[in-house]
Each structure stands twice: as C-alpha cells, then as structure tokens.
C-alpha cells in the first residue's frame, strides 16, 4: 500500500502515573480498507479508541492525519478532520424516532428567525435516504429507536457518521453484546463502509469476526503490539492463537507437558 494512511500511529505510547497503557504502538489505517485491533481486557483497546478520537493525548511517538502530526485537544477536533466513533453503548434517545436520532444535534431548520423551524421533512427523507444506500431497510424511519434490534441500532450510528462526513469510521467493540444473527447484521454494513472507501478501525476481542471483515490486524497485550499482520499474512487460526495468548499458552503447554511426564517417571 502506497498511499498516505489516512491515519497513522507511530510508536506511540500513554501512561496514567504509575500505569503504562500503551507503549510503542504502530497502527495505520487506509481508505477502503478495514483495520482490526484486538486484544483482551486491559491489553489497551480504549486507551487507543481515545488517543485517536481526541479524547485523550499521547505521551509519546506520533499520530499523523494525511500525513500531517496532529495533537487534539478533544473529540470535536478529531471530528472536523472526518474521525468518527461510534461507541458500543450508543449516544441514542431511545423514545426519540430514528430520524430525530440520526440528526441529534445537528437539526437543519426551515424559515427565517422569528419563524424558524425544525425541518423534519428534509430530516426523515434524508434519514431513510442515507440508510438505503448502506442496504439497511427500515419499515418506519419513526419508529423509537429504542424499538430497534442492538444491530439496527449500530447500522443507525454507522450511516449517521457516514453522512456526516466520516472519512475514518471507529467501530468500538460493536458487536460484543449481539446475538450471532445481529453480528452478521452489522459486520454487513462495516463492509459497506470499506466498500463507501471509508478506513475503519475495528476493536473486537472475537477474532472470528475480526477476520470476516479485516485486511490488517493488530494485536494488542499489555499495551504493546503482539501482532501486525496483513489478512495475506495469516490465518484464521493464527490469529486466534494469538489473542489466546500465543506464546504465553506455548510455554504453559510445555510445561505442562514436562509436568505430567515427570508425574509418570515418579510412579513405581
């Protein structure tokens, strides 16, 4: 790959105090292609998700944007150069139509001052518009949100930051608490995304659905990169083997092996 990453992290790192979250991180996402970074609990996922989102700022290396090193100082300024993240516990109204949803804090109006009004012709047309071109189908755009399924809901929040201008699409965990049909749902539209020539970055600690959709992988234990790998470069099964722990079950493996064999020498 030739082109400049969309966004890039080089050897980036991040402490709270005593604690080290990340230490020497590489990751680099691509338009129209879907990078998955994994991990357990703890390996450095969220700090990841809030370094490149803006909530938090690096300690060391750098993060580039277009090849550009960047700093920001909060989400906003992260969302004005098109990084958008749709986190697993949504930001949703869940009384509110799915159109209202989809435009939360970003109304467009009609009329002029004194008169001006919400225009919700224009929000629930563009709503089901915007939907549509991902494939999702909807039987009522004013429907409650909340009526919809966990995967609805998470296609609802893709094509929202669609719309809105996202040229980087962070995914965090988005089918952790989904059933298998719903997963299968959702990893659709993250393939939409890619295929809308979006970089998304996908966190997932189920490598099985990771790979469905990715083209590069990373993963993370204890805040450092275990693995960096193209799709070409691995399996399935590697990969899974690495979020397993990898070389860490290779040892306990063998010394198990050594300690049953020498339960077996002591036997008269």
Same mark, same amino acid.
């Given at each position: 790959?030739?082109?400049?990453?969309?966004?890039?992290?080089?050897?980036?790192?991040?402490?709270?105090?005593?604690?080290?979250?990340?230490?020497?991180?590489? /990751?680099? /996402?691509? %338009?129209?292609?879907?990078?998955?970074?994994?991990?357990?609990?703890?390996?450095?996922?969220?700090?990841?998700?809030?370094?490149?989102?803006?909530?938090?700022?690096?300690?060391?290396?750098?993060?580039?944007?277009?090849?550009?090193?960047?700093?920001?100082?909060?989400?906003?300024?992260?969302?004005?150069?098109?990084?958008?993240?749709?986190?697993?516990?949504? %930001?949703?109204?869940?009384?509110?139509?799915?159109?209202?949803?989809?435009?939360?804090?970003?109304?467009?109006?009609?009329?002029?001052?004194?008169?001006?009004?919400?225009?919700?012709?224009?929000?629930?047309?563009?709503?089901?518009?915007?939907?549509?071109?991902?494939?999702?189908?909807?039987?009522?755009?004013?429907?409650?949100?909340?009526?919809?399924?966990?995967?609805?809901?998470?296609?609802?929040?893709?094509?929202?930051?669609?719309?809105?201008?996202? !040229? /980087?699409?962070?995914?965090?965990?988005?089918?952790?608490?989904?059933?298998?049909?719903?997963?299968?749902?959702?990893?659709?539209?993250?393939?939409?995304?890619?295929?809308?020539?979006?970089?998304?970055?996908?966190?997932?600690?189920?490598?099985?659905?990771?790979?469905?959709?990715?083209?590069?992988?990373?993963?993370? !234990?204890?805040?450092?990169?275990?693995?960096?790998?193209?799709?070409?470069?691995?399996?399935?099964?590697?990969?899974?083997?690495?979020?397993?722990?990898?070389?860490?079950?290779?040892?306990? !493996?063998?010394?198990?092996?050594?300690?049953?064999?020498?339960?077996?020498?002591?036997?008269?």
């Amino acid at each position: 790959m030739t082109s400049t990453p969309l966004v890039e992290l080089t050897g980036v790192g991040k402490s709270y105090g005593n604690i080290t979250a990340l230490r020497d991180v590489s /990751v680099s /996402v691509h %338009a129209g292609q879907v990078t998955c970074v994994l991990g357990d609990n703890g390996a450095g996922k969220s700090t990841l998700i809030k370094i490149v989102s803006g909530l938090h700022g690096h300690d060391d290396g750098e993060y580039r944007v277009d090849g550009e090193p960047v700093r920001f100082s909060s989400p906003r300024e992260a969302l004005d150069r098109g990084i958008a993240t749709v986190y697993q516990d949504l %930001a949703v109204v869940p009384l509110m139509p799915v159109w209202r949803n989809f435009f939360l804090g970003s109304e467009p109006t009609s009329g002029v001052w004194p008169f001006r009004r919400l225009d919700v012709r224009k929000m629930r047309e563009t709503t089901d518009a915007e939907l549509r071109k991902l494939g999702i189908e909807l039987p009522d755009v004013d429907l409650p949100i909340g009526s919809l399924s966990g995967g609805q809901r998470q296609c609802v929040a893709i094509a929202r930051a669609i719309h809105f201008g996202a !040229r /980087v699409l962070i995914l965090d965990e988005p089918t952790a608490a989904l059933g298998v049909k719903q997963s299968g749902v959702v990893l659709k539209y993250v393939a939409a995304a890619r295929d809308a020539g979006l970089g998304v970055i996908f966190i997932s600690h189920n490598p099985h659905h990771a790979f469905l959709v990715g083209d590069h992988f990373v993963v993370l !234990r204890q805040g450092e990169v275990e693995l960096d790998a193209k799709r070409a470069e691995l399996t399935l099964d590697q990969l899974t083997h690495h979020m397993a722990g990898g070389a860490e079950l290779d040892t306990l !493996r063998h010394e198990l092996n050594r300690t049953q064999t020498a339960e077996l020498l002591d036997r008269p």
